[in-house]
């Protein structure tokens, strides 16, 4: 497969992006012959970074070069000799990584190390000579990209590459920054590899390194990346989508037309507003060709509206609905609601009078620059202090909570497969939810996550002994799915021996809870978890106490006995009824029982207790199951004093278990404390009157 069949860059007269790129990277094989040339005068920029200082300072003014021009004399005098398969001149590399990252605003320190990522891997350069020259900062970025890539781990080298590329990625965002820019490069020139190794490394980007561009939120690599990986991978969809947009540009584009009326109305209101016409690149044009079929003219772009403020945004909307047809359906708020990966935009479609629908995107510069950009729109994220050293243990303040996660379960991934699978299925996930503590933290979740994995975000494998979760107050079941905003409480059991079932891996959706379940059951195969451990049939157990109340009927040499509908209990106001037999019924008046007693004509007969306190009662424990539960709650029932005539357990459903305990309790007024006793067992989340 020939470089210009698998690069966009070879149809660059379709679409003005691709012109653009197509100039950058003829002025790179310009920068390769000017690096040959060697160093210049120290009193001026070397020819081959102009490009790059140019870039950077239309991003930061007062930028100093300086360094610049000194890391690129180090980087080309350590390379020379060194050529890329391409047969250009390896420089050329490490230049066109920091030119692609100095378009997208990167500040001047992640661009020295990104002209010196490879210097320590494969040069004479030590990492202490970087840090003796350019400081720590530029040591540690470096001694991070370096680290992602100089062990040979055979057959597991893409997965254990990647684990490493996440942990200096969460010590450091900058450190992927420059991974993603030197995936782009390389797979900007990957035609000179056979095409064996063209879809394994095409692969790998569209597994991984697209889905961290696009959770990092720089947009403009992504978009790249898949336009370059769509060409490799499917070359027949992506010639017939180049067909299609070549097709298109040979026709009247309906977009600059909308986008002149877009602007009369906004200048009209008074709202100054850039104004622009956004193609769509390959992939998404080819995905929005297998959704609505044929293609019109206004389906190749998008507009894009450009204002100073937040608040312009919505007066930006608000003239567009009220001056045109708005598709309602189409409205998404990502100002109110930002993406995971810190985008934010209006986004809305509109129908035009000539029958055109165009899809239209509001938000201000700065919002612009970190959808472009993502993190790397965000600068050093360590502007207080100096550093910690390259060695020690560092947090990134901008690391994104997707990210935290990642790296919370990678050193608990058991081998390399699972670590890859589980990795791509996370990175699959395209969005984030933000769930409540009871606390008050926060937790940051896949969207579809369960309360499962909430208790595995905040308890590690404490949570082996989760048993039950109450979601914004009210009591679910562990499997429960959690909605962005919920408030989450997790409730734990006390048994070291609880640990969870085998169902809880159909209901995790993060790494870290599918890792640390999947690794219980393993080395448990002969334990039960909370759902399991539970009995399957009712199960009873019988005191060798009958019966006998404490309640009286006024009518002589009667048989009294207590209702087992609402197990009545000394004070409470009763109401007694003759039944068959002779017998006398003693319910309390509230009982539904009662009415209907009324209603068959039953004699009533007055009751009251006697002196003596003594009383039985039926008690219901509603409970999440676990191991011994069933002794745990017999053994508080004993502590109060209290004698169990009977109990009964019914067989679990959805984890949560019934029992039901008919007790003597030597005095009535011990009945609240008794309830309280009872629900204070771990795993019990309501006690009531039968």
Not at 65 to 91: C, N
Not at 218 to 226: D, I, M, P, R, S
Not at 370 to 382: F, I, K, S, T
Not at 398 to 421: E, I, V
Request: hydrophobic share 40%; with cysteine; glycine share 8%.
């Amino acid at each position: 497969m020939s470089a210009e069949a698998t690069n966009p860059e070879a149809h660059a007269e379709v679409r003005p992006e691709l012109r653009r790129r197509g100039r950058t990277r003829l002025d790179l094989r310009r920068l390769g012959r000017a690096a040959l040339l060697g160093p210049t005068s120290r009193d001026r920029l070397p020819d081959a970074i102009g490009h790059v200082a140019e870039a950077h300072r239309a991003h930061h003014p007062d930028a100093d070069l300086s360094i610049l021009r000194r890391a690129y004399l180090l980087a080309e005098t350590s390379h020379r000799g060194q050529m890329r398969k391409s047969g250009e001149p390896y420089i050329t590399h490490p230049l066109a990584v920091t030119l692609i990252l100095a378009e997208l605003g990167a500040e001047t320190t992640t661009l020295t190390a990104s002209l010196l990522h490879d210097t320590v891997e494969d040069t004479d350069v030590t990492l202490d000579q970087v840090g003796e020259e350019f400081g720590d900062e530029v040591r540690f970025i470096v001694d991070g990209v370096t680290k992602v890539e100089k062990i040979d781990y055979g057959a597991a080298a893409e997965p254990e590459t990647f684990r490493k590329m996440l942990v200096a990625t969460g010590n450091d965002v900058r450190v992927m920054s420059i991974k993603l820019a030197d995936r782009l490069h390389n797979m900007r020139t990957l035609g000179v590899m056979r095409p064996e190794k063209q879809a394994r490394i095409a692969k790998v980007t569209r597994d991984v390194l697209i889905p961290l561009a696009e959770r990092l939120g720089v947009q403009a690599l992504k978009t790249e990346l898949e336009d370059l990986v769509f060409a490799i991978l499917h070359p027949e969809e992506y010639e017939h989508t180049r067909a299609l947009i070549a097709a298109h540009s040979g026709e009247a584009d309906p977009l600059p037309a909308i986008a002149d009326s877009v602007r009369a109305v906004l200048r009209e209101a008074g709202i100054s507003a850039e104004v622009q016409v956004r193609p769509r690149h390959f992939v998404s044009v080819h995905r929005i060709a297998r959704t609505r079929g044929e293609l019109r003219g206004s389906d190749f772009g998008r507009i894009l509206v450009l204002v100073g403020e937040n608040a312009d945004c919505y007066a930006v909307l608000g003239e567009l609905h009220t001056c045109f047809t708005p598709v309602v359906s189409e409205f998404k708020d990502f100002i109110a609601a930002p993406k995971f990966n810190l985008y934010q935009s209006l986004h809305t479609a509109v129908a035009v009078p000539e029958g055109y629908v165009a899809e239209v995107i509001v938000r201000s510069r700065q919002m612009h620059r970190v959808a472009e950009a993502g993190v790397v729109a965000l600068g050093n994220p360590y502007t207080t202090g100096e550093p910690a050293d390259s060695d020690e243990e560092r947090v990134d303040p901008t690391r994104p909570g997707w990210l935290s996660r990642l790296l919370d379960w990678q050193q608990s991934a058991p081998d390399p497969d699972t670590f890859w699978t589980v990795l791509r299925a996370e990175l699959a996930q395209d969005r984030e939810i933000t769930v409540f503590r009871a606390d008050g933290g926060t937790l940051g979740l896949p969207a579809g996550a369960s309360c499962i994995d909430a208790a595995y975000a905040q308890h590690g494998e404490a949570a082996h002994g989760c048993i039950g979760a109450r979601v914004n107050g009210r009591l679910t079941s562990l499997s429960s799915p959690l909605s962005d905003g919920d408030t989450v409480q997790l409730l734990l059991a006390h048994d070291a021996s609880s640990g969870p079932a085998a169902d809880w891996l159909e209901h995790a959706r993060t790494p870290a809870a599918r890792i640390a379940i999947s690794s219980w059951l393993e080395s448990h195969p002969d334990g039960a978890g909370p759902a399991a451990a539970a009995p399957r049939a009712p199960l009873s157990v019988t005191g060798l106490r009958g019966g006998g109340g404490n309640a009286v009927a006024d009518l002589p040499d009667a048989h009294v006995r207590l209702a087992g509908c609402c197990t009545p209990v000394p004070p409470d106001a009763v109401a007694g009824f003759v039944v068959r037999g002779g017998a006398v019924t003693v319910h309390r008046v509230h009982c539904p029982a009662v009415a209907q007693m009324r209603s068959l004509g039953r004699t009533s007969v007055a009751v009251h207790w006697r002196a003596t306190a003594d009383c039985r009662v039926t008690l219901l424990a509603e409970s999440f199951g676990r191991p011994h539960l069933l002794a745990d709650l017999t053994e508080a029932i004993a502590r109060e004093g209290v004698e169990v005539i009977s109990a009964t357990v019914e067989p679990p459903v959805e984890q949560r278990v019934r029992h039901s305990y008919t007790l003597q309790l030597p005095d009535a007024t011990g009945l609240p404390a008794l309830m309280r006793a009872m629900r204070d067992v771990p795993g019990v989340y309501d006690v009531s009157r039968a």
